[in-house]
Every structure is written in C-alpha cells, then in structure tokens.
C-alpha cells in the first residue's frame, strides 16, 4: 500500500490542525441514536456470525503463560467444538514474547496471530527499542502489529514525531499489517481523535484502533463514529481503504451489533468484513457464543458451557 509523502512537519501540523472540529455533542446523539435500532431473528443470527469473525481475541496480561496462550488459540479455531458452523475469530492478539507459542498452536488454521508492540501499553520507550520489539514479533510470525502512538508527543502538538514513529514501525513490519492504537482515552478530544486517525492513516496505518485495553475509557461509540467517518473520507481522498478496531470494554452481543450498525451506517457496508473491521476484546467471544446458542435452540447455556476466554 502506498503512503502520502510530506512536505514537512509544518505541512502535517498545518493539516491536521484544519482539518474540520468534531460536533461532539452530535457525534454522541448520533451514536446513540444508532444504538437503538433492533436487529433481529435472522439478520441478528447474521451480526453474531460476522461479529465471530471479527474478533480480535486477547490475552495481555503480566500473568500469560504458554498454557493460556495455547487454549486461547484453540478457542479461536473452534469457538465452539460442538458445532462446527460457528466461524473462527479472525486473530489472537497476545504480546510479543508468545508470538512463537500462538503461531505453532494455530498452524493449519487461517487465525491470524497479531502481535502487540512498541512499549505496549504507555509506549514511552526509545525508538530503537520500539522497532526491536517489531522486528521480533514480525520474526516470530505475526501477521499483525498493534503499535501505540507516543500519546505524549501527540498531545505537545509534536505529530511530526509520531508520524515518524509510525512510518518506522511500517517499515519493521515487512509484509505484516499495521493496527495503529490511538489510545483514545488520552487523547480528551474528539477533535484530537480526529487528528490522531488522519495522521496515522497518512503514516501508511493498515488498521486505526480505538484503545488498548488498559486506560479508561476504551473503546465507545462515539470515538468509533469518529474513526470510521475519518476511514470513510480518507478513502474518499486518496483510494485507499484503512480498517477500524475498537478495543477494550468490548463484552457483550449487544455491545458489538451497535458497532456493527456503527459501521454500516457511517463508513459504509463495505466495512463489514474481518478484512476491514476487527473487535478486540478478551471475553466477548463467550457471551457471542451463547448467544448463538440461545437464537438457534431457544435455550440459554450459561458462561459455563463454553470454556473461559
Ligand atoms: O485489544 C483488546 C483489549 O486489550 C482487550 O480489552 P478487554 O479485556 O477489555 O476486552
């Protein structure tokens, strides 16, 4: 994929400071708005299906072992070993240092396994370190880098910086794809959201997402209107298509067919696919299955019955 060359930090800065303010408050009435249309019955077994397949299912945690990432990797495969319709999850994202267990556990499968990266989660660490940290993964097999922003540097209105980071950090990654996290919940502003899509977009970003799990608040609604509006221009400005990830706080089937309504109605029907559109969340898979479960048979299994995200 092809990126934007700059003509300097002024260029950039001047740029993203004209692009156009976010109406916040109709950003929130419009998200809200969304949130209420009912999705049902056949469409509803539909959104369940396509929101499997959009999982990013994670684990980050200090406590990972070997014995955890593999289960994970055997839920992502088959979600639900009773029933072999239910469609597999589009990656496991884990960090850097069980790349190698993920791929091994997910050979044969087509499960992606992405890999968090550059500092995860604060992202305040020398470059070097940073591109080291990408560089292994990408050796290991990730297929998928999810990089921070230096928030730090954004907000002090340095985004040359940031900008040079992330085409850096494009650069590690060879012919794997890049999941810019904005960190939104640092970010105070929509305005700045808006900022921080574009610029990454404009770094060579494959994907822009919401958050890491690890600040409050993650992913919402409203910030993810504003990232697909900011895909859906972009596309318009330049041809090229850019994914959205919200991720974090992400937990029930309710939750995910409002951002799957989210997509269709803002960046458009053309979103809808794990290609263009991924959830990270850790344990939004069960209750996705349960769900499932409930729509084809009428009953609910609880938590359970399917083994723990
Ligand atoms: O990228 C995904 C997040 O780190 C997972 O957050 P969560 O545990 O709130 O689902």
Known sequence: MSTETLN????????????????????EERAARLATRSVKTTAKAEAIDLAISMVDLTTLEGADTAGKVRALCAKAAHPDPADAAVPRVAAVCVYSD??????????????????VA???????APLEAKLADTR?????????????IDRGAF???DYSKVFDEITAVKEACGGAHLKVILETGELVTLDNVRRA?????RAG????????????????PPVTLVMLEAVRDYRAATGRQVGVKPAGGIRTTKDAIRYLVLVNETAGPDWLSPEWFRLGASSLLNDLLM??????????????????D
């Not at 292994?136 to 921070?148: P, Q, T």
């Not at 899509?197 to 977009?201: D, R, T, V």
């Open 118 to 124: 550059t500092a995860f989660p604060s992202g305040r």
């Open 205 to 220: 970003a494959d994907f822009i997402k919401t958050s890491t799990g690890k600040v409050s608040p993650a992913a919402t």
């Open 8 to 27: 300097g930090a002024a260029e950039l800065r001047a740029f993203l400071r004209g692009l156009p303010g976010v109406d916040q408050v109709g950003a």
């Open 155 to 157: 907000l002090a209105g």
């Open 136 to 148: 292994a993964a990408v050796a290991a097999g990730a297929a998928e880098i999810d990089m921070v």
């Open 291 to 308: 769900q499932r479960r409930k729509l084809a048979t009428g009953v609910y299994s609880g938590p359970d019955y399917f083994t723990l």
């Open 197 to 201: 899509s574009w610029l990454a977009m």
């Open 98 to 115: 069980m790349v190698d267990v993920a791929v091994r556990s997910l050979a044969g499968t087509d499960v992606k396994v992405a890999s």
